[in-house]
């Protein structure tokens, strides 16, 4: 008989992060149960509803050419999703296309993200760190609120943040869950927020370490313009400490430099999802499934969750750069590239767009 091997790191990463992609889905409107086109139509109500026009006067001139060449590149990376997961058949195929569709995920709301920037006006960022940072200006600090997008975690004794840290939240405190609670209506809160906390941590152990590593460099500089001072002045050189490979930062530096970690949001968890996926644990997506249904629902939320975040975006910048703009965009897009009877990606939301904008 053939042993199967478990591979307990990969299982134990890949039901965090399971539970973390079908916690943000939830809040996008998909339930287990939740049709892809019914989730999408309750989104646009959503948003027709919630998200005004802009009537703000934009800091420049829109670069429309540059918005939609933004959304070019995020549609043609989720018609490439969708194809894989309409065609992936084999169980064996579909763990590595979630290996990848966690790095199109990503890309997919990062051209969008840069569009929705660009369609008001701001200049695009050139990197993901300056991407990510605006979407606090796009979705956190907007007067409406829509989940997931406008969810974040962020330092709990800032004064925009609730007790617990959350911004435009459920209205209560986050409960303590575990990753691995199965998600529903009420908890996917709880379990959204432990995935953004938790990358909000790495961010604040990557900011302290540069500190400590500041410090000592610090240091050691005056020490040596010192040194340089007390020999120019005819004294003994002394032997130079041996300093430690970081410093040791006193409890007010360290309260100051985690409260200025800004909140973070889906992108950035998205961000580090990529990483983990495509850099650092590339084995969670094959090895930690235990059945053919977790790698099948991982697929089906990282579709729903792509779908959803272009909805979002597209309809906000329908309503900056003009409909008939956007539709006539859409229209073009899908004749050089879809076939009449693809109901997946925009193709399937071309018609909500037209119907909600």
């Not at 429309?64 to 997961?85: F, K, P, S």
Request: aromatic share 8%.
């Amino acid at each position: 008989m053939t042993e199967t091997f478990i591979n307990d790191e990969a299982v134990g990463s890949f039901r965090t992060h399971s539970h973390y992609l079908s916690a943000f889905a939830h809040l996008a409107g998909f339930s287990g149960v939740t049709t892809t086109e019914r989730g999408l139509e309750t989104l646009a109500q959503t948003l027709a509803n919630r998200v005004p026009a802009s009537t703000k006067p934009q800091p420049q001139p829109v670069d429309v050419g540059l918005v939609l060449d933004c959304l070019n590149r995020a549609w043609g990376t989720e018609l490439i999703l969708n194809m894989t997961r309409h065609t992936a058949r084999d169980q064996d195929l579909i763990r590595l296309a979630n290996s990848w569709g966690a790095v199109q995920l990503y890309y997919i709301s990062y051209g969008a993200t840069q569009a929705l920037i660009t369609a008001e006006g701001r200049e695009r960022p050139t990197n993901h760190p300056g991407t990510q940072d605006q979407v606090g200006a796009l979705w956190i600090t907007r007067a409406f609120s829509v989940a997931p997008w406008s969810f974040a975690m962020g330092d709990p004794g800032h004064k925009e943040s609730a007790a617990d840290g959350s911004r435009n939240g459920p209205g209560r405190p986050l409960a303590d869950v575990h990753a691995w609670t199965t998600c529903d209506r009420d908890n996917c809160w709880d379990i959204a927020a432990k995935a953004l906390t938790s990358t909000r941590a790495h961010a604040i152990d990557a900011k302290l370490d540069k500190l400590r590593f500041e410090l000592v460099a610090a240091q050691k500089k005056s020490w040596r313009a010192e040194e340089t001072a007390r020999r120019a002045q005819g004294k003994a050189g002394r032997k130079e400490p041996t300093w430690p490979r970081k410093g040791r930062l006193k409890p007010a530096q360290r309260a100051a430099a985690i409260a200025k970690v800004r909140p973070h949001t889906m992108v950035d968890y998205l961000f580090r999802l990529r990483i983990k996926a495509n850099y650092e644990d590339a084995r969670m997506f094959t090895e930690g499934p235990q059945n053919d249904l977790e790698s099948s629902v991982v697929a089906r939320d990282i579709v729903n969750l792509a779908s959803a975040t272009m909805l979002a975006h597209e309809m906000r910048i329908g309503r900056l750069i003009g409909r008939q703009v956007l539709g006539n965009a859409v229209d073009d897009w899908l004749r050089r590239n879809a076939r009449p009877d693809e109901r997946y990606g925009l193709g399937l939301r071309r018609e909500l767009l037209f119907t909600h904008l």
